[in-house]
């Protein structure tokens, strides 16, 4: 789909679709309603009148121009109240109309930029949200479907008179890159354990870096985790019959660079729960377990279009979580990358011992700072919903700074404290530690073991195990099935530094 800047006179559009937009409540209509109005002789405001349409939040109105103009159809789009308008309603509505496109087979269609008129508000952000909604409002994940409804559209054309051509251009590169990234985290995780191997995630970070001489992928195989002391890594995956990888991206800008991050992603391709086994109705979705990788990966795969002048370390291990002969016991004591001895305990809470070794790893490339996502807790799930996000951080202004980021990119999130008094529940009869810390306040003590392998590095942990995978659909651009949660906020988060 190729998304441009109308430079046509909007009544002049030779496209199969118009969208127009206005604030409920608002006295008369808007000056681009009103122009299309005068040369439709008063169609518009007719049919507004006689179907008393108010402009509501996400109604639409569709109306046929009958060869009046060369632009064959028009919708009226409803934005609800000016004073709650926001990017977020923006994303939302831009979405719902994506659907209908989608549906009347649309080829070419022009757009204004929704709530453009009003005064203070943001229109670059506007316009980056509506490309998002565009592009995320239509998504499918059609690999195994035979029916595979194609989307026709072609070409978006983006009318705006509030905005500087340049700025637009920007903006509409802007919300390309956040569709694009958080869609290939959802192809990611939407794949399912059957052909999302731990090699998958590798081929597709060594596929991501394929030719971009900014980024670079070192692989690490069993032997070689073995060398270095993986055991975290290396007990989870020890009841697959697959092969466990350590992945490291580096991606390197020309120029200054004005810092140096780690992002750290889970990336269990299955988690069945190993020995302690999960229940059926639990492991239904574990394919969503690689989560965290997927948008590690999903942010490296537009990371050469947003050019951040931050070098960005990119961290998983790959292991997939299962029963066998060989498997993990309950009771077992493995060692991790950092020299930390874990007794396991649960075999389900396997997310923190891979990360106890990715952690450690990341700590030895010395970054200004480490981020790590991770479908982590159902705890976490428990305490927010399954649309939020739980942040923990070891600094208050690392945590600030993602909440903010996680705002601008439409993407729920909410601080949850590391509180120091828990850590006596991770204290272990004959380890260093043990992987739970008890049935109360679960993605804390998850939080506060990820703690233990991160030393003095400003870091913050993202548990992503609500929104990472929709089991309903969440909104008109996060339906059911993986949402690519993370990759949006990983991106304003760069852009802010
Ligand atoms: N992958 C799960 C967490 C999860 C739950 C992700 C729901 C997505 C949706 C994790 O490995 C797990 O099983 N955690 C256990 C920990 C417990 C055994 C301490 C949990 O949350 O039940
Ligand atoms: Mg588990
Ligand atoms: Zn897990």
């Given at each position: 789909m190729k998304i441009l800047i109308n430079k046509t006179d909007l009544g002049q559009n030779d496209c199969d679709l118009l969208v127009l937009s206005d604030f409920e409540g608002r006295k008369g209509l808007n000056k681009k309603i009103k122009n299309i109005d005068i040369i439709l002789d008063?169609?518009?405001?007719?049919?507004?009148k006689e179907d008393n349409f108010k402009f509501?939040?996400?109604?639409?109105?569709?109306?046929?121009?009958?060869n009046?103009?060369?632009t064959k159809k028009i919708l009226l789009v409803g934005l609800g109240k000016e004073e709650e308008f926001t990017s977020q309603t923006e994303r939302e509505i831009s979405a719902t109309v994506s659907c209908l496109i989608k549906k009347m087979g649309c080829k070419k269609v022009v757009t204004v930029i929704h709530g453009d008129d009003i005064e203070q508000i943001d229109t670059k952000n506007l316009a980056k949200a509506l490309i998002e909604g565009l592009i995320l409002g239509g998504y499918v994940y059609?690999?195994?479907?035979?029916?595979?409804?194609?989307?026709?559209?072609e070409i978006v054309e983006v009318f705006s008179d509030a905005i500087k051509p340049a700025e637009l251009s920007k903006a509409i590169s802007d919300g390309k890159n956040g569709a694009e990234g958080t869609m290939f985290a959802r192809d990611l995780v939407n794949t399912p354990g059957l052909h999302m191997a731990p090699v998958d995630l590798v081929n597709s970070a060594k596929e991501i870096a394929k030719g971009k001489k900014d980024l670079k992928v070192r692989v690490y195989d069993k032997e070689q985790l073995k060398k270095m002391g993986a055991g975290g890594l290396l007990a989870v995956n020890q009841g697959s019959d697959h092969e466990p990888y350590l992945v490291h991206m580096v991606y390197k800008p020309e120029g200054k660079i004005k810092k140096k991050i780690a992002i750290?992603?889970?990336?269990?391709?299955?988690?069945s729960g190993g020995l302690s086994l999960k229940p059926a109705e639990y492991m239904m979705s574990m394919k969503c377990d690689m989560g965290g990788s997927a948008a590690l990966l999903g942010l490296f795969s537009v990371i050469n279009e947003i050019k951040p002048q931050v070098e960005v370390h990119g961290i998983f291990g790959a292991v997939e979580n299962m029963p066998s002969g060989k498997a993990i016991r309950p009771g077992d004591v493995i060692?991790?990358?950092n020299g930390k001895t874990i007794e396991i305990l649960n075999t389900d809470a396997e997310g923190r011992v891979t990360l106890a070794d990715t952690l450690s790893f990341a700590v030895k490339k010395k970054p200004d700072l480490i981020i790590d996502l991770a479908t982590l807790t159902g705890a976490c799930v428990v305490?927010?919903?399954?649309?939020?996000t739980g942040v923990m951080s070891n600094n208050p202004e690392l945590a600030n700074k993602i909440l903010i980021a996680a705002a601008s990119a439409g993407e729920k999130m909410w601080e949850l404290p590391l509180e120091k008094n828990y850590k006596k529940l991770l204290k272990s009869d004959i380890a260093d530690l043990k992987n739970i810390g008890g049935r109360y306040g679960g993605a804390l003590t998850a939080g506060l073991f990820l703690e233990e392998f991160v030393g003095k590095t400003p870091w913050a942990h993202l548990d992503i195990a609500g929104p990472a995978y929709a089991e309903r659909p969440m909104n008109s651009y996060e339906k059911k099935g993986a949402t690519g949660h993370g990759v949006?906020?990983?991106i304003e988060f760069l852009k802010a530094i």
């Open positions: 008063g169609v518009l405001s007719k049919v507004i509501k939040k996400s109604t639409i109105l569709k109306l046929r121009t009958f009046k103009i060369p059609g690999k195994y479907k035979k029916d595979k409804t194609a989307n026709k559209l750290v992603g889970k990336a269990v391709t299955f988690d060692k991790a990358l305490a927010l919903g399954e649309e939020m949006r906020t990983l």
